[in-house]
């Protein structure tokens, strides 16, 4: 392929494959350059484009009170190849989109590799892409290659930021005991009986948490000593550590569920969410891990319903990288010390599945409209898009910036709020949600040219 009119994605994650999505769509020619199977990474299993390494969870689905609900709706109305598949490859979830991981990341490769203005190179690029590859988007996620993220340390002249990210630990669905363990999702949402749960009394739950503290966990080289977890996906052992009540009011709340065994509400229960379109398979939810192994087998089967439970994959942890955006990031995503390179998805400082393809979505367009001479604004900043977007790029403060979750403190003041000095009359909760949300739809259609009608 000429390069007058090709973007070079370097990456075939979630960010890069939406990247290559989007900018063949709008006409651009695309080479996506993706070093498995030639390099492996520590966390990846195949050499599947998209394939997800953690949990597979897209999260809430609610597009009217939940942001990252909000962001999968901009994003389908955007023709999101993730969303598209991740609908496909759809399971029970109550509310969430939850996906089977290996059809969801089958259907993004055979639509990628089928696609006449993209090509494939499983290759590595190893540190700075060549000069003449002069419209370049990094999507490497949080896994870039040492050679790569060195040379972009080494360009921009920033010390490396990194945060630990865990895996939860994955069982067959045979080896689960159902006298023990029922089906229910919290607040009988979905289809009402997408989870699985397994009921701890107060005696169980506090040897299952003294168990988690005293398990052993995997050590941690002396330079990585220093380098911190990510809020949102703390290691189940590091949630213990902070209290005993902890796990309870999180991951393993009891409410919303009722024990059909017992006819009582518990006093902790542990989720298990279907990971398979054959269902076959169900992860632990929330219960991402450092601890090793032997420990991590011994210490889960402690649950009710698991004494016996056989996995199919065990937790892990593996260290992720990111960029200081605000400072180093232009509106656009193009790194200010050489804009001819664009940034997408983990690296960039966003944390999720959904919200790392959203960055891709945007660099694609951005980067297929300056190859076309097309205008391509950025989305309005009251859409989830644009919130997410802006606040990796102008809004966040660069001395502490740290990964983030989209959520609607990034979205702009409503209307109804601005100049309203007492609190109570400004819309509060759920309605406020509502009323966001709504906005930011409206404003999305606008940006994409659709009529108001069409997103009815």
């Known amino acids: 392929m000429s390069d007058d009119r090709t973007v070079h994605i370097v990456g075939g994650g979630l960010a890069g494959s939406e990247a290559a999505w989007q900018a063949a769509e709008m ?44 962001l999968h709706e901009e994003m389908r109305r955007a023709g999101s190849l993730i969303l598209r598949c991740g609908d496909e490859a759809r399971l029970p979830a109550g509310g969430a ?22 090509e494939i190179r499983r ?44 895996i939860a630990p994955i069982v067959h669905h045979e080896s689960i005991d159902f006298s023990r363990a029922w089906r229910q999702s919290r607040y009988d949402k979905g289809e009402g009986a997408d989870y699985i749960n397994c009921a701890m009394d107060k005696a169980q739950y506090e040897a299952f948490i003294q168990a988690l503290i005293d398990g052993e966990k995997t050590e941690f080289k002396d330079w990585e000593k220093d380098t911190p977890y990510f809020e ?27 024990d059909p065994h017992t006819d009582r509400r518990p006093y902790a229960v542990v989720q298990l969410r279907q990971d398979n379109q054959l269902g076959t398979l169900y992860n632990l939810v929330g219960f991402q891990t450092k601890l090793k192994y032997g420990a991590q087998t011994e210490i889960f089967r402690m649950i009710p319903g698991l004494e016996k439970a056989e996995f199919a994959r065990l937790g892990g942890i593996h260290r992720n990288t990111f960029l200081n955006s605000p400072r180093l990031l232009d509106p656009r ?124």
Not at 41 to 66: G, I, K, P, W
Not at 97 to 118: C, K, N, Q, T, Y
């Open 232 to 258: 949102g996906c703390l290691p189940i052992e590091v949630m213990a550590e902070r209290g005993v009540d902890t796990l309870r009011f999180g991951p393993m709340k009891p409410v919303g569920l009722t």
């Open 97 to 118: 989109l939850a996906v089977d991981r290996d059809a969801f990341a089958g259907r993004v490769s055979a639509a990628v590799e089928a696609h006449p203005m993209i």
């Open 333 to 456: 995503l193009r790194l200010k010390a050489d804009p001819r390179l664009r940034f997408a998805g983990q690296v960039t400082g966003v944390e999720g599945y959904v919200e790392s393809a959203a960055i891709g979505l945007l660099a694609g367009r951005f980067a297929a409209a300056e190859r076309l001479g097309l205008d391509q604004p950025a989305p309005p900043e009251t859409t989830a898009l644009g919130a997410l977007l802006a606040h990796i790029t102008t809004g966040a403060e660069a001395e502490t910036f740290q990964p983030m979750n989209v959520n609607f403190g990034l979205f702009p003041p409503l209307a109804e709020e601005i100049g309203v000095t007492d609190k109570k009359q400004r819309p509060r909760g759920r309605a406020r949600k509502q009323l966001l949300s709504r906005r930011a739809l409206a404003a999305l259609d606008q940006w994409l040219g659709r009529p108001a009608a069409a997103a009815e």
């Open 27 to 70: 006409g651009a020619r695309v080479v996506l350059h993706e070093m498995r199977p030639v390099r492996r990474t520590d966390a990846h299993h195949t050499d599947r484009l998209a394939e997800l390494v953690c949990s597979n969870s897209f999260r809430s689905d609610d597009a009217e009170f939940n942001a990252v609900g909000l």
């Open 123 to 166: 290759e590595e690029v190893a540190g700075l892409p060549p000069a003449e590859w002069d419209s370049v988007v990094v999507a490497t996620g949080p896994l870039t290659s040492p050679a790569l993220a060195q040379a972009i340390l080494d360009l921009t002249g920033e010390t490396q930021l990194a945060f630990f990210d865990a």
